[in-house]
Nanobody
């Protein structure tokens, strides 16, 4: 069973940057998807961005429109890690951020559906406020 652990959330001022880290364990093979969802107070959980690895260790990235151009998902295929680099943070980015893992490989620009997620992290709080 795959387990996911994320870290790095904290209070930051608007316009600043923050990096979240994630490590998945218990999985095997080079073909999987790792990435991030978030949930703001009073709102439903939403897709943020993913890196989806093929068997040849090439990857496809996909992002929500709200973060495109500001957030970047990167990571190491063999180590099964991912980071979320968040730049130019806005108050509306305030949320609990969840790292996710799935054995489903995604290569379309459509947001990943939460039903395809096989493992969730416990979440890390990001607060953007002055």
């Amino acid at each position: 069973q795959v387990q996911v652990v994320e870290s790095g959330g904290r209070l930051v001022q608007p316009g600043n940057s923050l990096t979240l880290s994630c490590t998945a364990s218990g999985g095997s093979g080079s073909r999987y998807t790792i990435g991030w969802f978030r949930q703001a107070p009073g709102k439903e959980r939403e897709f943020v961005g993913i890196r989806s690895w093929s068997a040849s260790r090439t990857f496809y990235s996909s992002y929500a429109d709200a973060v495109k151009g500001r957030f970047t998902v990167s990571g190491d295929n063999a180590q099964m890690t991912a980071t979320l680099q968040m730049n130019n943070l806005k108050p509306e980015d305030t949320a609990v951020y969840y790292c996710i893992w799935s054995d489903t490989v995604i290569n379309t620009p459509q947001p990943m559906d939460a039903s395809a997620v096989k493992a969730w992290g416990q979440g890390t709080q990001v607060t953007v406020s002055s």
